[in-house]
């Protein structure tokens, strides 16, 4: 194997992917691309684990914007990826977003959606009475307000999505790796050499973290401290006797969502933050789903009270401590060390932008697209986080 490429990439998930896809599919960029994943069976992947979904009600310029061309890519993913004239179907459902919100909330969720119209978003907000009438199936008792995503929102195939990145990067010359970074090595503040557990050694011009969960243990082997830590998300599937009509991914006020898939439903919250330590097991936990999850849900939807909970599965997700956003851009010292990392649950839908973003870094020495420099590892010196008010 040739032991010197342009581009190393840590992580072969949509993230990586994504980014040896558009490094590879940009004219002004002619360098070699390699790609480490040490599971490229993907079976413990965060993106195959995800609950797969997209939205723009975000309360973050940035985060609309990155959100906005990842659907626009999601509705021709076919031709973008398409290889051998085989082209992927991600089976993208713009089934939409609903944000509840309790009269507490309220003021954000207006301030939220203003920001949305501002940047192109196709969102509606609804009082209790119309919230009925779209949703009959729904209990507006404590509910205030409603913000729905009339197009450009929905859920769609995660793994589908990654292979399609994967097969496409490959056709267009990156090639993938089957092993682990397990060191850095630097001179005059740049990353040389990777250094791999298979023993091996790549020299590099450029070196992308794209590591999910794992992003901080690969940032801290340059010496660079980076608050991205693995946070386990249960996902949990169950059956309604009751057949629901235009149910979409639907979040109440206190955090439990809920969408369907195919004939079932997905649901899940985000545990307390003092009951959410570093985890990379993959156990799941089944009392939030009973003892927080479920009660919401049938309070909720009536329908709901009657529910089978027939399987479950948990993920991670590369967790953002100090502002819960992306670390997008060059670290400002070590300038060929590129971050991706950090999306907090917004990877997938992300990596399209996220791709495009890093590529025009390497290819072009800045963003020409959509800026994102707010996503800067500088924020954390500059104690600058953004601040994203509609998490989940």
Sequence with gaps: ????????????????????????????????????????????????????????????????????????????????????????????????????????????????????????????????????????????????????????????????????FRRKARALGAAYLKDRVIDLKLDKARITRVVLASGDEISCGAFVNASGPRAGEVAAMAGIDLPVRPRKRNVYVFDCREALAGVPLMIDPGGVYVRPEGRQYICGVSPPEDEDPDCLDLDVEYRWFEEIVWPALAARVPAFAAIKQTSAWAGHYAYNTFDQNAVIGPHPEIGNFYFANGFSGHGLQQSPATGRAITELIAHGGFRSLDLTRFGYARFAGNAPVRELNVV
């Design 1 to 164: 194997m040739d032991q010197t490429y342009d581009v190393v990439v840590a992580g072969g998930g949509v993230i990586g992917s994504a980014i040896a896809y558009f490094l590879g599919n940009n004219g002004d960029f002619d360098g070699r691309v390699l790609v480490v994943e040490p599971d490229p069976s993907y079976a413990e992947c965060s993106t195959t684990r995800s609950g797969g979904s997209i939205r723009q009600q975000f309360s973050t310029p940035e985060n609309i914007a990155m959100s906005l061309f990842g659907i626009e890519f999601l509705r021709a993913a076919g031709e973008h990826l398409m290889v051998g004239g085989e082209a992927p179907d991600v089976g993208l459902n713009e089934g939409g977003y609903l944000f509840l919100a309790s009269e507490a909330g309220r003021a954000v969720l207006e301030a939220n959606h203003a920001v949305q119209l501002a940047h192109g978003a196709d969102t509606v907000l609804l009082e209790p009475a119309a919230l009925t009438a779209r949703f009959p199936w729904l209990s507006t008792e404590g509910v205030a307000l409603g913000s729905f995503g009339l197009s450009g929102e929905g859920w769609f195939d995660p793994e589908t999505l990654l292979h399609a």
